[in-house]
């Protein structure tokens, strides 16, 4: 079993900066690549970003520039560096990991989540 937890969220300015970290415990041999994901009320959730276990990384347009995922010297830990934020980045924000099944890979293990609130 795999286990997340997220933590560095808050409440922040906007254009500030925020940095969430997400660790992964448990029988992490089972975890491929990793996602961070958010979801605003009244939306769905939404991919964020998404790093490889060779530490590439992609995002989501309205986060490109801002936004940076990274690996930390641990395996199974992930970052979310957060800067020039928005309010509309206002969300609850969720690490997820990859397990490999018979349709693909999916993100099959998530956190509890963490709120970010962005305001003046």
């Known amino acids: 079993q795999v286990q997340l937890m997220e933590s560095g969220g808050g409440l922040v300015q906007p254009g500030g900066s925020l940095r969430l970290s997400c660790a992964a415990s448990g029988i992490t041999v089972s975890i491929r690549d990793m996602g961070w994901f958010r979801q605003a009320p009244g939306n769905e959730r939404e991919l964020v970003a998404a790093i490889t276990s060779d530490g590439k990384t992609n995002y989501a347009d309205f986060v490109k520039g801002r936004f940076t995922a990274s690996r930390g010297n641990a395996e199974n830990m992930i970052y979310l560096q957060m800067n020039s934020l928005k309010l509309e980045d206002t969300a609850v924000y969720y690490c997820?990991?990859?397990?490999?099944?018979?349709?693909?890979?999916?993100?099959?293990?998530w956190g509890q989540g963490t709120q970010v609130t962005v305001s003046s």
């Open positions: 997820a990991a990859v397990r490999k099944t018979l349709a693909g890979p999916t993100y099959s293990y």
